[in-house]
Structures are given as structure tokens and as C-alpha cells.
């Protein structure tokens, strides 16, 4: 909608009053939206534009908030670490086996400039976060109109799971601001609005490939989706009236093609490296779907069946207002990416965490169940209160997230060991990664001791070699092992010949004095 440059009076009070009707009237839908003057007036009497500002701050406050809190663990201790490379060597470690690819790890490199504190290693991923909230706004204005926008906008900033990888010093949120801002432009490409969106669809769709693997999934879909869509025109009509849908279709796909294609080649070899053994760890079978809707849903099972149940609620109202085909791709996309991840969980280690692409789309769907609101009521007073709800419906999780450790403390962990040991003692990191978020706070130098990792029983056995008379070995351990190992020699080696010290957070101390 274009902006109306000439107001009387009385509209302009009854902006003033609130009227939604009015306060639209000065919003963004095209590049001749963004004058300064119909900015100035979007800020001044869009109700919408200010609960939505009033949104994305408080949600870059919660992402903001304590962000140095919790110590580094390990994932965050590997991102220092391929972040310290140089550029060649960050791809070389991609391409070696490194199961992320590089692009998160060169933002990160260019933070380090200004420093290497946690604050610093997670900037990035909560600013991402923040940039999402607006984005997902879009997206529900286009599936629904403002209020949509709203409620979906809402429960990205209140999610207490966008929160906790927000503040964590990984791609997650990284590769979901990609993917909302890719899928934006999809609807946008879809709706025919010119070739242009097509190939900022492919552009966007490599940048989210190149912040996480996991991506190529949904984003399949979604090509799916516009083949068929294009087939159905095709076979209705004939090649030739459609031609420019098909070039604009073919310059995505080709966008996408040669901005990713070093990373599609090496995705092809971690592909079958990460499939060719038994998974260790992580979701198998209907739990990844069960377990995917849980956390999407602030980890709590109750709310998961409600948010189901919205989502359901959301698709049939799309349906029931003509709108098939968009609640057929919100379905193709969810539900397929869930299934397949069934199928994939079989062959790799698979995590939750993998799906938090999925959450705009999630809560994008939630939010058209607005559409059974009786049109009696005013929508826009009813989004303003179940944005308030939402609030205070989240408020526990939120509250039960800053008030202790979500990750394990190896700043603190690093001061025990301080205080516990003695000069020319030995500290086993069991696995022996572990070394990468315990050395960013222990110095052994300093406090004149010797580390060593170990991953099963022989290595364990070793470390008493290397433990002098008098000394002590302190053994950290972490489930990880569990992983490490299945075999699970490196645990009975521990139980049979050291004793249980205690725990720290996640991390098990067991000691055994040197003969």
C-alpha cells in the first residue's frame, strides 16, 4: 500500500486514537515506501511499526542480557578455534572434515580484532537473533496481514530456545536470519514480483547453505515446492507462456549454484563420512520429531501440544480462507524437513538443535489461527493481548534460563581445579577435546601442572605413567565420552581404578593418587 501523502486533520486524529484502520495507512510495501517522511509517519502513528520496534528491542535485551554469563563449552571452545586461522586454513578445516561450514568462523574471525571474550565469540549470534524478529514479522504479515506479523514476531522474541542460541557462539540463529530473510523473498518470488526476488531468493538460499548444512533440507523443499507449482502452469498452459517463470526459476537455482558450489562438492564427502558409521549419539526414530516440537516449544511438553495445536488450527484457517497453497508449503516444509530427519537420524547423529530453522516458519503458522478470531472482535486489540499473554506465559522459562548455568562451567570448573591441585599433578581431559573450553580459562603453565586428554581405557591406563610419586591425576569427565567411546572401557576404566570426587555443572571429577 502506498503511503497517502496528504492527510486532513481529522484522520490524523483519529490515528492519534488509535484507529488500525488508519495507522496502516503509513507503511513499507515497496521501495516508494522509504522516504523519510513516510518513515518519520510509519514511527509516529503505525501502531503496528511501534509494537513491532517495542518487540525487537526487548528481544535484543534478552539476548543481550548476561551474555558472558555462562563459561564457553565445547562447540564454542571449537569455534575459537577454527576462528584463530587464518582464512585458507578455516576453509582447509571445512574441507578437511569439519561438519559446519566456514562462513560463521569468518564473521568470527574478524571479531576476534576486538577480542576473544565470550561477549565478544557471541555477539554475532545474538544480533542475528535480534535481525530475525523483524523478518519473521514480514513473513506473517504476508501469510496473514499485521496482527499475524505480531503474534509471530512475538513468540520469536520471547522463545526461550531462539534465546539460549542466541547466546551461544554458534551458526544456529545465523543460519535461521538466512533462511527467514530467503523464505521472505521466496513468497515475494512466488507472488511473481519479478525476476529480481528469484535471484535474491538463490543469493540468500547460498548464504544460509554457507552458515549451516542443515539447510539444504528445507531449502529443497522449497525448490520442490516451485517446480511442481511451475509443472502445474506448464502442463495448464504450454512452455512458451511461461517462459520468463521458467528463466526466473532456472537463474535462482543458478544463483545458488555458483555462489555454493566449492561448498556443495566437499558437502558431498562429509555427507557419506558422516553417514558411514552407527550413530553415537543423539535422536533416533519419532523421537526426533517429538523431541523437535519440545524444544521448539521452550523444551516444555505441554506447550509443544499446545503449539501443535495452533499450528494445525493456523493451517486449516489458511485453508478456509483461500489460501491452499501457502498453508501447503508452510506443511511441505515443516513436515517434510521432520520426516527426513526421521530418515536421517538412522544414519548420522542427529540433534534438535538442527531444526531451529524451522521455528519462524513454526510460528508463522501458529499465528494464522488468528484467522477463527470472530470478526466481531477487533483482531488488532486481540493481537495486542495475546502478545501480552505470551509474554506472561513465558516469563518461567525465561526467568528459569537466567537464573543458573545452561552449559557447563569450565570458567569455574578451571578455578577448582586451581585451588584442588598441586605443582606437577596431572589433569586428564576424558575426552580429550575437552581441552578446547578448559584451556581458554587454565593455564597448567602458570599453575605448574601437566595436561593430557584421553579417549578409552589404553589411553587412561597411560596417563599413570606420566603421574609422579607424590602427584595426583584429577580426571575431568563429560558425557561426551559416551559418545567418544561406546564401547565404554574409558568408564569402567575410571570406576575400577580412581575415585569419585564429584560434580561440577556437567563435569565429573574423579582422582587417583600416583604410587
Not at 500500500?1 to 486532513?8: A, D, E, F, G, R
Not at 506447550?303 to 486449516?316: D, E, H
Request: neutral net charge; aromatic residues 14%; proline residues 3%.
Amino acid at each position: 500500500m502506498v503511503k497517502k501523502k496528504k492527510k486532513t486533520s481529522k484522520n490524523r486524529q483519529k490515528l492519534t486514537k488509535g484507529d488500525e484502520n488508519n495507522c496502516i495507512q503509513y507503511s513499507i510495501h515497496s521501495r516508494t515506501d522509504l522516504s523519510s517522511e513516510n518513515i518519520i509517519n510509519i514511527l509516529r502513528y503505525n501502531h503496528y511499526a511501534q509494537i513491532l520496534i517495542l518487540l525487537t528491542l526487548f528481544g535484543l535485551i534478552l539476548r543481550f542480557y548476561h551474555l558472558e554469563f555462562n563459561s564457553l563449552w565445547l562447540d564454542e571452545g571449537a569455534t575459537l578455534d577454527f576462528a584463530q586461522r587464518s582464512i585458507i586454513g578455516i576453509w582447509e578445516t571445512t574441507a578437511g572434515g569439519e561438519f559446519n561450514p566456514p562462513l560463521f568462523y569468518y564473521l568470527e574471525h574478524a571479531m576476534l580484532i576486538v577480542g576473544n571474550s565470550e561477549w565478544v565469540l557471541r555477539f554475532i549470534p545474538a544480533l542475528m537473533g535480534t535481525l530475525t524478529i523483524p523478518v519473521v514479522y514480514l513473513i506473517g504479515r504476508e501469510y496473514l496481514d499485521e496482527c499475524g506479523g505480531l503474534i509471530a514476531a512475538a513468540l520469536v522474541s520471547f522463545s526461550s530456545y531462539h534465546i539460549y542460541y542466541s547466546q551461544e557462539a554458534r551458526a544456529y540463529t545465523l543460519v535461521t536470519f538466512f533462511f527467514s530473510l530467503a523464505f521472505l523473498t521466496y513468497i515475494w518470488a512466488i507472488e511473481n514480483k519479478g525476476r529480481c526476488w528469484w535471484i535474491v531468493f538463490g543469493i540468500l538460499s547460498a548464504l544460509a547453505f554457507w552458515s549451516h548444512f542443515y539447510v539444504l533440507i528445507p531449502l529443497a523443499f522449497l525448490y520442490l515446492y516451485a517446480l511442481i507449482k511451475l509443472a502445474v502452469k506448464i502442463k495448464d498452459k504450454n512452455v512458451s507462456d511461461n517462459k520468463e517463470e521458467i528463466k526466473n526459476f532456472i537463474y535462482s537455482v543458478l544463483s545458488f549454484i555458483i555462489l555454493s558450489l566449492p561448498l556443495i562438492i566437499v558437502t558431498i564427502g562429509l555427507f557419506f563420512k558422516r553417514t558411514s558409521g552407527e550413530p553415537t549419539f543423539g535422536l533416533s526414530g519419532f523421537n526426533v520429531i517429538t523431541g523437535s516440537l519440545v524444544s521448539l516449544s521452550n523444551s516444555s511438553e505441554i506447550m509443544a501440544f499446545v503449539f501443535v495445536l495452533l499450528f494445525i488450527a493456523g493451517l486449516i484457517g489458511l485453508c478456509l480462507h483461500s489460501k491452499k497453497e501457502a498453508a501447503g508449503l508452510l506443511l511441505l516444509v515443516v513436515f517434510g524437513t521432520l520426516v527426513l530427519s526421521v530418515m536421517l537420524a538412522n544414519i548420522m547423529p542427529w540433534n534438535p538443535r538442527f531444526i531451529i530453522i524451522l521455528l519462524p516458519l513454526f510460528f508463522v503458522g501458529m499465528s494464522c489461527s488468528l484467522y477463527w478470531i470472530p470478526k466481531s472482535l477487533n483482531r488488532f486489540h486481540v493481537s495486542v493481548v495475546l502478545v501480552l499473554l505470551l509474554f506472561l506465559l513465558t516469563i518461567p522459562f525465561i526467568s528459569t534460563y537466567y537464573s543458573g548455568f545452561s552449559k557447563n562451567d569450565w570458567r569455574g570448573f578451571s578455578e577448582l581445579i586451581t585451588d584442588t591441585t598441586v605443582p606437577d599433578d596431572v589433569i586428564v581431559l576424558v575426552p580429550d577435546y575437552m581441552k578446547l573450553p578448559f584451556d581458554y580459562y587454565y593455564s597448567n603453565a602458570s599453575d605448574q601442572t601437566i595436561l593430557s586428554g584421553a579417549n578409552n581405557g589404553s589411553e587412561l591406563a597411560k596417563t599413570l605413567e606420566i603421574t609422579g610419586n607424590g602427584s595426583t591425576a584429577y580426571y575431568a569427565v563429560t558425557w561426551d565420552i559416551m559418545a567418544q567411546n561406546p564401547e565404554g572401557d574409558a568408564v569402567r576404566w575410571l570406576q575400577d581404578n580412581t575415585q569419585y570426587v564429584g560434580k561440577y555443572t556437567g563435569i565429573d571429577l574423579f582422582a587417583k593418587r600416583g604410587d
